[in-house]
Nanobody, 120 residues
Framework: QVQLVESGGGSVQAGGSLRLSCAAS????????MAWYRQAPGKQRELVAT???????NYADSVKGRFAISRDNAKNTVYLQMNSLKPEDTAVYYC??????????????WGQGTLVTVSS
């Protein structure tokens, strides 16, 4: 059993910053690639950023240069630093983990989401 819980969402004015956190807990043997997704009202969920176990990152073109994904393996936590926020960044943000649990099972685990609202 592995769970992910996001936090750090809220309301901010355009140009502001937020940092999202996603903490993993449960029967974790190893966390591999982790990612952040987002889903705006009326739109499909889209990939925002990924980070491998070794720290290699990739970003969607729409957030490159403004967002930064990082991880703290000792805390089983992944972060998303969001700067220069725009109204079009408004969405529910979800974290996802590729994990191996204590029974050596490969899992794909999603968090419950945290809402980010950016006003103009």
């Amino acid at each position: 059993q592995v769970q992910l819980v996001e936090s750090g969402g809220g309301s901010v004015q355009a140009g502001g910053s937020l940092r999202l956190s996603c903490a993993a807990s449960g029967s974790i043997f190893r966390l591999n690639e982790m990612a952040w997704y987002r889903q705006a009202p009326g739109k499909q969920r889209e990939l925002v950023a990924t980070i491998t176990n070794g720290g290699s990152t990739n970003y969607a073109d729409s957030v490159k240069g403004r967002f930064a994904i990082s991880r703290d393996n000792a805390k089983n936590t992944v972060y998303l630093q969001m700067n220069s926020l725009k109204p079009e960044d408004t969405a529910v943000y979800y974290c996802k983990a590729e994990a191996v649990d204590s029974r050596w099972r490969s899992l794909e685990v999603w968090g419950q989401g945290t809402l980010v609202t950016v006003s103009s």
